[in-house]
């Protein structure tokens, strides 16, 4: 007997459904999303074959209607930047610019992150850039836990596929969603942390800079540990913190 491969597994299944869909059941959702997504997973690269590439996840995530921020928003805005960086930030999800612009970071926290990256010595062309949501909340409200669920699948493939050395987790979100805690940014900051083999310096959002420019300093002190970090000199001074 022939064993069956997984992505000849996956294709009959994606006829079984289409049939299924055809002949009018209704026991189970089957609409174009489901089928795109089975038709996705038979493409992705095996683990140790390669790695996914981002226009294909972003290809992937389509015209994303997974959780309730797609109905508010103008655009997705999925990621930009270095597909090869060994830097990338995480931020909370877009605001009003880059939902207009569909770029990450495009708006006055998006021009202070531009100085912190400069001040760092590299360009957003060398960093990649990403949020933990995709869509807009709506009157720029934190994301729910619902709409975070539906974009880590997407924001975890953007990690393997970028395969950075270190992330900067910009606000509260983005490093109790990375670091699964639900420490406090204040709690979380000043040290390194760890997502899998990549080594996570969390820090307050650019956005809360601008409410408390007071808080600059502290920012300043954990992008020079990055710095050192990735220049071999600095993170064998700083206790890596494994506790989430």
């Given amino acids: 007997m022939t064993r069956e491969s997984p992505v000849d597994l996956l294709e009959r299944t994606r006829n079984l459904f289409a049939w299924l869909e055809q002949i009018g059941c209704q026991g189970f959702e089957c609409g174009d999303d489901d089928l795109r997504l089975l038709n996705g997973w038979g493409q992705q690269a095996p683990a140790g074959m390669g790695r996914e590439s981002l226009d294909h996840i972003r290809s992937d995530l389509g015209d994303c209607r997974r959780c309730g921020l797609h109905q508010g928003r ?24 880059e939902d207009l612009q569909g770029k990450p970071f495009v708006g006055p926290a998006g ?49 393997r596929s ?70 071999g000199t600095g993170e064998t001074n700083n206790k890596l913190d494994s506790q989430n």
């Avoid at 670091?179 to 900051?189: E, Q, V, Y």
Wanted: aromatic residues 8%; contains cysteine; hydrophobic residues 40%.
């Fill in 74 to 97: 103008n655009c997705i805005v999925f990621g930009a930047g270095n597909p090869d960086a060994r830097l990338m930030f995480v931020g909370e999800g877009p605001g009003r610019e």
């Fill in 162 to 231: 970028v395969r950075p050395d270190y992330i900067c987790a910009l606000g509260s979100f983005a490093a109790r969603e990375l670091l699964n805690t639900d420490r406090p940014i204040s709690r979380l900051r000043g040290r390194f942390h760890r997502f899998g083999s990549i080594s996570v310096m969390p820090t307050y959002h650019p956005a809360y800079l601008l409410r408390n420019p007071g808080q600059k300093r502290a920012v300043w002190e954990d992008v020079q540990q990055l710095m050192a970090a990735m220049q």
């Fill in 111 to 159: 021009q202070l992150l531009n100085r912190i990256i400069t001040a760092m010595g590299l360009t957003r062309e060398t960093v990649y850039i990403a949020n933990v949501v995709k869509c807009r909340p709506p009157d720029n409200r934190g994301p729910q836990a619902d709409e975070i669920s539906a974009c880590r699948p997407f924001l975890e493939r953007q990690i």
